[in-house]
């Protein structure tokens, strides 16, 4: 099976614009999660959607949404953009998005806000 | 709130060393804890993990722990290789979610 694949790589955007990152989960998985990860703050998770319903939620302004459509794959956008939302943004599938399960990694989007 | 503490935060072995990695977890409902590799540039990668109900589990050189109890769980390397230098994560579940919280990684350095 593929992997978990996302686009696109690299980004770089200036403060005040928009972006809108893309995740395609491995074929069967419903439960696409997403993380942020920078140098200080590690990775921390963003939100969770599984059958196009936001699960989860972690602790970020409401500048960071997201979506799933129908065949799983997942938006997440960002709005308003700030220096420090520069920072790698993963996201990960799996099956069913229970709390046992593995969870496999996209590549990851590099954001640059300039 | 929800909180994994990892440490060290880095960790230089000579190759053919064991090299350990502890965490600390604090949400009592968490019963799924993953360790991911991440090397320079890449994905986090999945290189063990253990569910609540089993107290240790060994994949060849690398074995990880759990102590529900005491709310711990450690990663062990044994004879480390020049290509275990990588970035480690711990993880823990948020209850029976897919949600996880991640330790603030190990930098290990294996020295040929």
């Known amino acids: 099976k593929a992997g978990v694949t996302q686009t696109p790589r690299y980004l770089i955007k200036t403060r005040g614009q928009q972006v809108t990152l893309s995740c395609s989960p491995i074929?069967?998985?419903?439960?696409v999660s997403w993380y942020q990860q920078t140098p200080g703050q590690g990775l921390q998770f963003l939100f969770e959607?599984?059958?196009?319903?936001?699960?989860n939620k972690g602790n970020f302004p409401g500048r960071f949404s997201g979506r799933q459509f129908s065949n799983s794959r997942s938006e997440m956008n960002v709005s308003t953009l700030e220096l420090g939302d520069s920072a790698l943004y993963l996201c990960a599938s799996s099956l069913l998005g229970q709390g046992a399960e593995t969870q496999y990694f996209g590549p990851g989007t590099r954001l640059l806000v300039l | 709130g929800e909180n994994v503490e990892q440490h060290p935060s880095t960790l230089s072995v000579q190759e053919g060393d064991s090299a350990v990695i502890k965490c600390t977890y604090s949400?009592?409902?968490?019963?799924?804890f993953p360790w991911y590799k991440q090397e320079l540039g890449k994905r986090p990668q999945l290189i063990i993990d253990i569910r609540s109900n089993v107290g240790e589990k060994k994949d060849q050189r690398i074995a990880v722990t759990l102590n529900k109890t005491a709310k711990h769980f450690s990663l062990h390397i044994t004879e480390t290789q020049p290509e275990d230098s990588a970035v480690y994560f711990c993880?823990?579940?948020?209850?029976?979610?897919?949600?996880?919280?991640f330790g603030q990684g190990t930098t290990l350095q294996v020295k040929p």
């Open positions: 074929s069967g998985h419903r439960s």
């Open positions: 949400d009592s409902a968490s019963n799924y």
């Open positions: 993880a823990a579940s948020i209850g029976n979610t897919g949600k996880l919280i």
């Open positions: 959607y599984f059958s196009e319903t936001q699960r």
